[in-house]
């Protein structure tokens, strides 16, 4: 998958076509949702950065691959636990992108490689003669996850010069999850969802 990646960006930058680079960075909206999870699911605000670069492929159509971390997760409460799960991850949207006039839109599968999570938050604990009380805990969980995730995306901004401002939806198509109950029966299913608002700045052809 790297060398796919590295080819990509190879032919696109050895090309005589039009070509921009550009940095970008904004806000995540972000949730873990999906099957039979035990409690209620809510959005938590995070943030990406990164790098892309635009080449124009024929009209006003053009390929964008993008290079960037991406902080998100989302919260879970039930009445056992209340946390929040923060993933960290490396992203390679791959975009189709249409301009008419200022207007863009754009469109494309996105892969991302899971680098770190951890769960933060409150546990319900047992005590002694049968009373239950809570708990702070924080531990690593990278190891509650797969590795791999593929999501589709599409979204739409203006160009003004050389500033962009959009706006994305990143919607994660395989369950993440990677840890089972004893039994292998009900299964939590998580999928990453997630809204962008960002900007950028191109740096020229």
């Known amino acids: 998958m790297k060398q796919f990646f590295f080819l990509l960006f190879g032919l696109l930058l050895s090309s005589g076509a039009y070509a921009q680079l550009g940095v970008k960075a904004g806000i ?23 790098v892309f670069y635009e080449a124009k492929l024929i ?13 998100q997760g989302g919260n879970i409460k039930s009445q056992f636990e209340d946390f929040d799960t923060k993933m960290h991850y490396f992203t390679v949207p791959v975009l189709a992108k249409v301009h008419v ?33 809570y708990e702070d805990y924080k531990r690593g969980a990278t190891g509650d996850f797969k590795r791999g995730d593929f999501s589709l995306c599409a979204g739409v901004g203006l160009k003004f010069s050389a500033l962009l401002i959009g706006a994305r939806f990143n919607a994660g198509l395989n369950d993440i999850n990677d840890v089972d109950n004893l039994t292998g029966v009900n299964d939590a299913r998580l999928k990453n969802r997630v809204f962008q608002g960002y900007v950028a700045l191109q740096l020229g052809h």
Do not use: C
Request: glycine share 14%.
């Open 101 to 133: 006039g200022p207007l863009f839109v754009e469109a494309g599968p996105q892969f991302s490689f899971l680098l770190d999570a951890t769960k933060d938050g409150t546990q319900r604990v047992q005590g002694t003669g049968g009373a239950a009380s």
């Open 59 to 71: 009209g006003p159509l053009s390929v964008q691959p993008e290079l960037l971390y991406s902080s």
């Open 28 to 50: 995540n909206q972000s949730v873990l949702n999906g099957e039979n999870i035990d409690g209620s699911t809510s959005y938590k605000t995070s943030y990406h950065a990164g």
